[in-house]
């Protein structure tokens, strides 16, 4: 049985893991998000984010990591979906949108009305899956200020 729950500091550890074989499977260097980040920055009167979990007979498979949004044309709340991952070895159970649905329901219940994430161009599976949950927009490109360009841009700001 799935079960869907809020992430708690005993999570960091196996969280931290997923989160480093998440970048990895994406193409990308091991995450520099680390146990101590995620208790750091994912609990307190000022976290960034927050997290649920995925628990396949009591083990943790898979985790959600989302923060609050805001859309000014419709005027509500939402949350923006920034990482779902599931073990290589538990996927294609059911995990995944478990964890898509219960944090959809949990969202729901604090208030949001929408849901919003972004996925690779080139990552086809994850693309297939979302797919299967809600459309692709077509009229949104995604733009991202990342560490020089962001500096400079903050710079810019003052």
Excluded at 43 to 51: N, Q, Y
Excluded at 53 to 65: S, T
Excluded at 106 to 112: C, H, L, P, S, V
């Amino acid at each position: 049985m799935i079960t869907v729950r809020p992430a708690g500091l005993g999570d960091a550890d196996v969280i931290a893991r997923m989160a480093r074989a998440l970048s990895i499977a994406d193409g990308g260097r091991p995450s520099r998000f680390s146990a101590d980040s995620f208790r750091r920055d994912g609990f307190g009167a000022d976290a960034a984010f927050s997290a649920v979990v995925a628990e396949l007979d009591g083990a943790c498979v898979g985790y959600a990591i989302h923060y609050p949004g805001y859309d000014t044309d419709s005027a509500t709340r939402g949350i923006y979906l920034a990482d779902l991952y599931v073990d290589d070895t538990h996927r294609r159970q059911g995990i995944g949108r478990a964890l898509v649905a219960g944090l959809a329901a949990q969202a729901r219940r604090d208030g949001a009305r929408w849901m919003f994430w972004s996925v690779l161009k080139r990552n086809r599976g994850a693309r297939r899956f979302y797919k299967k949950i809600a459309p692709e927009l077509k009229d949104v490109i995604v733009c991202a200020a990342f560490g020089r360009r962001f500096d400079a841009l903050a710079d810019q700001g003052g």
